[in-house]
């Protein structure tokens, strides 16, 4: 074990030891505070974020991007203090409380044995989301992102095991075998859209955009079979929401490159609509989608940052 990653460790639970002495409102004070001080002093990927937001938003005007964007920081560090305190009972209330959409219709889908493949994209109530299937006791498989501190990966990973153990967590690594075998053992399967896969994805249109989206969803469909579903989770009116929702899907009679594209994009296509609705809460705001290079600066004046 590295030295570095023992020190990183121990920074990040001293952090976590001294947010859980605060209270709530206290956490998510602090937490917008830093957001606001992120945005005033040093905006991280700030090219990014309003290159993508220009292409979520092409009819905005600069000024109205700038004072979106002003809530996608406010936000995008309440997020991180959400995934420190989401033991709380007022937020594990939260989870438990949940108002769930279509959940009949995905176990009316498991019935078929087959497993699920659930789409989502990454939106600020990860935590949350996840932790909400450990609470449901649906047989739940996470494909996830391992982090380079193994320490600091399976703190999360154990983390989200305070909610239940129905979900287990897969390795973007692990590969295709053990995506299958996840469907085949009738479980749900979690898988991401909203990334890009330049050397190895396929390419689909996302806001009138090509995006290197990853072949995953579409070639476990056109494998197994299994229904592919989109998933989202936000909030809104104070509560946590989640929405589940089957996409039509015609039959397929060969795995091959069309049909993967097709699959993924009947499948995107249907988070546009959310995105639009909640800009704030998408996370992938500060992710290099479209494009890795060639971002322009950003003009901020002193009234569009303090106003």
């Not at 998510?28 to 992120?38: D, I, K, Q």
């Not at 937001?53 to 991007?65: I, Q, R, W």
């Not at 296509?269 to 996370?283: A, C, G, N, T």
């Amino acid at each position: 074990m590295r030295t570095k990653h023992k020190l990183e460790y121990s920074l990040l639970r001293s952090v976590i030891f001294f947010i859980n002495l605060l209270p709530v409102q206290i956490i998510l004070l602090l937490c917008s505070s830093v957001g606001y001080l992120a945005w005033v002093i040093f905006p991280f990927r700030i090219k990014v974020a309003y290159h993508n937001l220009s292409t979520v938003f092409p009819e905005l005007n600069h000024k109205a991007k700038l004072k979106l964007l002003k809530k996608v920081y406010l936000q995008f560090t309440r997020t991180f203090g959400l995934i420190f305190i989401l033991h709380r009972k007022k937020l594990t209330k939260l989870v438990e409380n949940a108002q769930i959409s279509g959940l009949e219709e995905v176990q009316e889908a498991l019935k078929g044995g087959k497993g699920v493949i659930l789409t989502t994209i990454h939106a600020s109530w990860f935590e949350a989301y996840f932790a909400w299937f450990n609470m449901s006791g649906l047989p739940t498989s996470l494909i996830y992102q391992q982090q380079s501190n193994p320490l600091s990966d399976r703190f999360f990973v154990r983390q989200r095991g305070r909610y239940g153990t129905s979900l287990e967590h897969l390795s973007s690594y692990d590969g295709m075998k053990a995506y299958q075998k996840a469907l085949s053992d009738n479980r749900l399967l979690i898988v991401s859209l909203d990334q890009s896969y330049r050397s190895r994805g396929t390419s689909i249109k996302f806001f009138n955009r090509f995006l290197a989206c990853a072949k995953g969803a579409g070639i476990l469909h056109l494998r197994t079979g299994a229904p592919v579903f989109t998933s989202v989770y936000y909030m809104d009116g104070g509560k946590l929401h989640i929405d589940f929702k089957r996409v039509d899907l015609p039959e397929y009679n060969a795995i091959n490159e069309e049909n993967i594209q097709d699959v993924s994009s009947r499948s995107i296509v249907l988070y546009e609509s959310f995105i639009r609705k909640y800009p704030d809460q998408w996370f992938s705001l500060f992710h290099r989608l479209w494009t890795k290079k060639g971002y322009l600066p950003v003009k901020r004046s002193i009234k569009q940052i303090f106003f």
